[in-house]
């Protein structure tokens, strides 16, 4: 397994980013495309479809941030799995999506207008599933809870462990008002399904739109293997407790085991010291500091780099402080551009910085 980076590409005036995990015989892409606002974004929806054809990628999961509306045609087929998310569109569209030029992917379509991407990666049928929702427009609590219902359906309809579910991804309407509702819906569902008794999944939950207004989408990450035991593990955070002792149910990451390699995937971390209490409230500059240095931790000691990094988000209420993040990854030579930052509200009001990631290494 090797890592490499095309980070200068320019396409049709659009910055197009790529990380290529290779194996013999196919590899996995890591793509992040932004839209500059003054582009047609239409006509550059049209020509990153092209790109994917031309290229024999296929999107396993996608997440689309900036837009009003589904910006998919007849011509776009390849993009029908993107989560299109609201939010200020004052910097352009940025669009990141897992992909892979493997010819074994199926699709496969569920109950909550989710689509599921399969591939089989040596020993395990990966599982990416997007875009679930419950249809009925509940209160947020019913709504979020029969989403997890929803994901728990498609999990056993296809027989996958939920010591097998690696990642969430939730994106909440208006999440300040009713985080607390969602912490239950989700507490209430891994009470019933027994899910504290085993492993936890990473998790990032974010306030942003979705385009059809439902109080919660929902992403996952799942895995079916031929031999389970010790395929994922649940990592700690060496500077901050356990997410559920504030009563939010989610693990700090995960590791997956795979034949020939490593992936770790980091929940969405934010400034939060070790008794669960924000620190510093009123500076960026130090949140994202203290924010990295938790990262840091985890990937140091379960002995990873910032080399090893393939995928990252960071959130931001106000994107003016992106600039901020961009001079702490400077000044420390990060290199920045795999990784895709966006507005969104983050699961307090006085956390104005999150960032959530995936890194990967051979055995």
């Not at 980070?7 to 290529?20: A, G, P």
């Not at 929702?133 to 462990?161: P, R, V």
């Not at 930052?341 to 960032?355: K, W």
């Amino acid at each position: 397994m090797k890592i490499s980076r095309n980070i200068t590409s320019v396409f049709e005036k659009n910055d197009l980013i790529t990380v290529r995990e290779e194996y013999p015989g196919y590899s996995f892409f890591y793509i992040n495309f932004i839209v500059h606002q003054d582009r047609d974004i239409y006509l550059a929806m049209k020509n990153l479809s092209a790109y994917l054809v031309n290229n024999g990628l296929q999107v396993l999961i996608g997440f689309a941030f900036g837009f009003r509306s589904p910006v998919i045609n007849d011509s776009s087929n390849e993009l029908v799995c993107l989560i299109f998310l609201k939010h200020s569109v004052s910097s352009g569209y940025q669009i990141q999506l897992i992909c892979t030029d493997s010819r074994n992917v199926k699709t496969i379509r569920n109950p909550g207008n989710a689509i599921i991407k399969t591939v089989n990666h040596y020993d395990c049928l990966l599982f990416f599933i997007s875009n679930i929702q419950y249809d009925q427009l509940d209160d947020c609590y019913s709504q979020a809870y029969s989403a997890f219902k929803i994901l728990g359906k498609i999990l056993k309809d296809n027989t996958i462990s939920y010591n097998n579910l690696a990642r969430t991804w939730l994106y909440l309407h208006n999440i300040l008002a009713w985080y607390s509702d969602l912490n239950r819906a989700r507490t209430d569902f891994y009470t019933e399904e027994n899910i504290f008794g085993g492993l936890i999944p990473a998790s990032t939950g974010i306030g942003l739109d979705n385009i059809e207004d439902k109080c919660l989408s929902v992403n996952a990450f799942a895995l079916k293997a031929k031999d389970e035991k010790g395929k994922v593990r649940m990592v700690d955070s060496p500077m901050q407790c356990d997410a559920i002792n504030y009563k939010s149910s989610f693990s700090r990451a995960v590791e997956i085991i795979f034949k020939t390699s490593k992936k770790l995937i980091i929940s969405g971390t934010a400034s939060i010291n070790d008794k669960g209490k924000t620190l510093y409230k009123n500076s960026v500059v130090n949140q994202i500091e203290h924010t990295m240095d938790v990262v840091k931790a985890i990937l140091v000691n379960e002995k990873y780099d910032w080399d090893n990094i393939v995928r990252a988000i960071t959130y931001f209420p106000d994107t003016q402080h992106i600039k901020h993040f961009k001079d702490y990854c400077i000044d420390r030579g990060i290199d920045t551009s795999y990784i895709l930052s966006v507005g969104g509200t983050v699961c307090r009001d006085d956390l104005l910085f999150e960032i959530e990631l995936d890194a990967v290494k051979p055995l």
